[in-house]
């Protein structure tokens, strides 16, 4: 009889997900076309890898799961499962009243429901278009009164509906959040930080260290001799270039779908 050792069995679920990752990683472009354009699939990969590693924390293990769980976190942000923002995930998939895999299935439909709140039920696959084109249209952001009410209504020129939709706490524990990132790497001037909270409103509280922009820790890394606005300057180009840009010229295939097995 043949045995097999528990290392060569490890080797073998190893490999398996190395291969299922690959897989998720050749489907994403038809998916999320206008978010992963440009992406080497070395990114892709990282991008991947980190959405099954956090999905299996919630017991997800699945196909169906960890590729719809990618799937999400290719829009929402690699940590939409914390985001203050996006509550509604984090309380879903926490939720241990049903069986795991069935989890994924309460929060893509909420995700549906977000996403037609937010974008519109005709958005191209789901990617908030007129959302980064009001962002290239924004004015300096507003002085610094003591509370978070100027950065609220900075949030409602660009992306009104996600405003209302996810109300004054969600906005306020986003705001403490991303201004906390933003201050931990180096950014001390209001309206640098107000930049920085921008950008995560539009893709997730903790951009900075999600795979699918590794344009941003460069930018933000970068920073020794330099102002916070010249810090925020380059972060906002390399915004514009890798992400803004891909989606505003983006046309999605004719046969594509929204992301569902």
């Not at 610094?144 to 009410?149: A, V």
Request: net charge negative; hydrophobic share 40%; glycine share 6%.
């Amino acid at each position: 009889m043949i045995r097999i050792s528990a290392e060569q069995m490890l080797a073998f679920q190893d490999k398996a997900m190395q291969t299922f990752i690959g897989r998720v990683v050749d489907e994403l472009p038809g998916y999320r076309g206008a978010l992963v354009e440009g992406r080497s699939r070395s990114d892709l990969f990282q991008v991947a890898s980190l959405a099954v590693e956090r999905a299996e924390g919630y017991g997800l293990d699945s196909e169906r799961a960890l590729f719809l769980y990618a799937n999400l976190s290719v829009t929402l942000g690699a940590y939409f499962d914390s985001d203050p923002a996006l509550p509604w995930a984090a309380d879903r998939l926490a939720d241990d009243s049903y069986l795991a895999n069935e989890k994924i299935t309460d929060v893509w439909n909420c995700y549906i429901d977000y996403c037609e709140a937010v974008m519109g039920p005709d958005e191209e696959a789901y990617v908030p278009r007129r959302a980064f084109e009001a962002y290239c249209a924004l004015p300096p952001p507003m002085p610094d009164d003591g509370t978070i009410q100027p950065i609220v209504e900075d949030f409602r020129l660009f992306w009104p509906e996600k405003v209302d939709l996810i109300g004054e706490e969600a906005l306020r524990l986003h705001v403490l959040s991303a201004g906390k990132r933003a201050a931990d790497l180096g950014l001390s001037d209001h309206a640098a930080r107000v930049r920085y909270c921008r950008i995560a409103f539009l893709l997730g509280h903790a951009f900075d260290a999600d795979p699918l922009h590794g344009w941003a820790w460069p930018a933000l890394g970068g920073t020794s001799g330099q102002s916070d606005s010249e810090v925020m300057d380059e972060v906002e180009m390399q915004f514009k270039t890798h992400v803004v840009q891909a989606v505003i010229d983006w046309v999605e295939p004719e046969d594509s779908n929204d992301g569902e097995r």
